[in-house]
C-alpha cells in the first residue's frame, strides 16, 4: 500500500484529505505543522508529501528545502490557498514536484498523486537496474594480487587522475575502469568507452572527435564524437594501444589543451573529461617500433594500474566460480545450480589463457550442459577446449 504524508496546520483539511485518501486506499499519516512534518520525512519513507505553504513556525518552502535533502527521490506537492504564480514557480525551482491552490479539486489532487505515484516507482526501478548493472561490473576476488588493483583504483579514483590500465586480454580492465568511474566525483556524468581496436583506422578520428557535415562522402549531418558525449564524466579508450599515430597525436593535443576539433571543422570545442586507458600490449615496445607516441604514454600513465591475470589469482576461483553460476542462472531464469568442491580444485588445475572471459563461458557452458550439482567429472568432461 502507497504511503502519503499530509502536513498541514488545518485540522480539518487533515482529516478530509485522509478520509478522501483512505477511501482511494492510500496509507495516510498526519503533521500539523512543518517541524513535526520534517521529523516525519527523516524517520519514515513516502511515496508522496503533501505540504501546506502558509504555516506557522516553519513554512512548506522550508519544509521542501530541507525534505529535498532528506528524501531526494520522494516527491513533494505543495498546497495552498494563498499563492500566486511566483510562489509555484518559486515550489517548482526548489523541488516541488508539483503546485495545487485551495480549495482543491479532487480529481486534480487525485490526478496529480498518481502521477507522482508514477515518478516513485520510476525512480524506483531505475535504482533496482542500476544496482544490476552495477553488479554485473563488480570486481569479485579476495586474492592479494586483486585487492591491491581494487584498492589503487579506490585510492585514485576521487581524483581526477589519468589511469593507464594493462593486462591480458580477459582479465577484466574494463571492470576497473568502471570502478574507477563509479567511485569518483563524476559518477553520476556519462561513461564512454571506445574499443580503439574494433574501429577502423581511417573512422577512428570521426569516432572520438566527432564530424561536421559534409566533412566525407558519407557524413550527411554533423555528429558529435566520443570525447563531447563523455563531457563531465569519464571516457575509456580500452586498446590504446591499436590506435593509430595520427589520433594519437590528436588525442595528446585533447588531453593538453581540453580541446578538441570535429573533422571538417575549425571550431575548438571545450571538454571537461577524464582519461582511463587500457591496452594488453607492452607500450614500451611500442614505443621503441615508433608504434606509440612516448610523449602520449606519459600523459596517460599518470597512475599504472596492472590488472592480474587468472592463473595469478587461483584462490579466488571458488568466489568467481559462484558469482558467475549465481549470475548465469539468474539471467537464464533457472534454479540456482551448485558446484562441488572437487569440481573447483579441477578449476583451479587448469591453464587460463583466456583469464576471467575464458571462465566465464566454462561456467556458463557447466551450467548448460549439467545437472543441478556441477561435479569434479562434469569439469574433466567439458571444460577443457573441445576438439
Known amino acids: ?27 495516510v499519516d498526519l503533521a500539523e505543522d512543518g517541524n513535526k512534518g520534517v521529523e516525519m520525512i527523516r524517520s519514515a519513507e513516502y511515496d508522496v508529501v503533501l505540504c501546506d ?48 491552490e485551495k480549495p482543491l479539486d479532487l480529481n486534480r489532487l487525485l490526478i496529480t ?19 544490476k548493472v552495477n553488479k554485473k561490473y563488480d570486481i569479485v576476488g579476495e586474492s592479494k594480487a586483486i585487492t591491491e588493483v581494487i584498492s589503487m583504483a579506490d585510492r585514485v579514483a576521487p581524483t581526477d587522475a589519468r589511469v593507464l590500465i594493462t593486462g591480458s586480454n580477459g582479465t577484466g580492465k574494463e571492470l576497473v575502469a568502471r570502478r574507477i568511474h ?63 599515430l595520427s589520433a594519437q597525436a590528436k588525442v595528446l593535443r ?42 602520449l604514454y606519459h600523459r ?16 579466488d576461483i571458488p568466489l568467481l566460480a559462484n558469482h558467475f553460476i549465481e549470475q548465469i542462472c539468474s539471467e537464464y531464469g533457472m534454479s540456482q545450480k551448485t558446484i562441488t568442491d572437487t569440481a573447483i580444485a579441477e578449476l583451479q588445475k587448469l591453464n587460463w589463457t583466456g583469464n576471467i572471459r575464458e571462465f566465464r563461458n566454462v561456467i556458463e557452458r557447466l551450467i548448460i550442459l549439467c545437472d543441478n550439482e556441477i561435479n569434479e567429472a562434469d569439469v574433466l568432461k567439458f571444460a577443457a577446449p573441445l576438439n
Not at 53 to 69: C, N, Q, S, T, Y
Not at 71 to 90: E, K, L, Q, R, Y
Not at 254 to 279: F, H, N
Request: glycine share 6%.
Open 53 to 100: 505553504i502558509k504555516m506557522p513556525g516553519l513554512d512548506g518552502i522550508e519544509v521542501l528545502e530541507r525534505a529535498v535533502v532528506l528524501a531526494p527521490d520522494t516527491p513533494i506537492v505543495m498546497i495552498s490557498g494563498h499563492g500566486n504564480i511566483d510562489t509555484a514557480v518559486d515550489s517548482i525551482k526548489k523541488g516541488a514536484f508539483d503546485y495545487i
Open 113 to 131: 498523486i498518481r502521477n507522482a505515484m508514477d515518478k516513485s516507482n520510476l525512480v524506483t526501478e531505475t535504482k533496482i537496474l542500476k544496482r
Open 182 to 244: 563509479d567511485q569518483s566525483n563524476r559518477a553520476s556524468g556519462p561513461f564512454v568507452e571506445v574499443n580503439c581496436a574494433a574501429i577502423p583506422t581511417e573512422l577512428i578520428e570521426s569516432e572520438l572527435f566527432g564530424h561536421e557535415k559534409g566533412a566525407f562522402t558519407s557524413a550527411v549531418k554533423q555528429r558529435k564524437g566520443k570525447f563531447e558525449q563523455a563531457n563531465g564524466g569519464t571516457l575509456f579508450l580500452d586498446e590504446i594501444g591499436d590506435m593509430s
Open 300 to 315: 596517460l600513465s599518470v597512475i599504472l594500474i596492472k590488472v592480474p591475470t587468472l592463473n595469478e589469482r587461483i584462490e
Open 1 to 27: 500500500m502507497s504511503k502519503i504524508l499530509v502536513i498541514d496546520d488545518e485540522r480539518s483539511i487533515r482529516n478530509t484529505l485522509k478520509d478522501i485518501l483512505e477511501y482511494e486506499k492510500y496509507e
Open 254 to 295: 585533447a588531453l593538453q589543451e581540453s580541446e578538441i576539433s570535429r573533422v571538417g571543422g575549425d571550431k575548438q570545442i571545450k571538454v571537461d573529461v577524464r582519461v582511463v586507458a587500457a591496452t594488453n600490449k607492452n607500450l614500451s615496445e611500442e614505443i621503441e617500433a615508433n608504434k606509440f607516441r612516448e610523449d
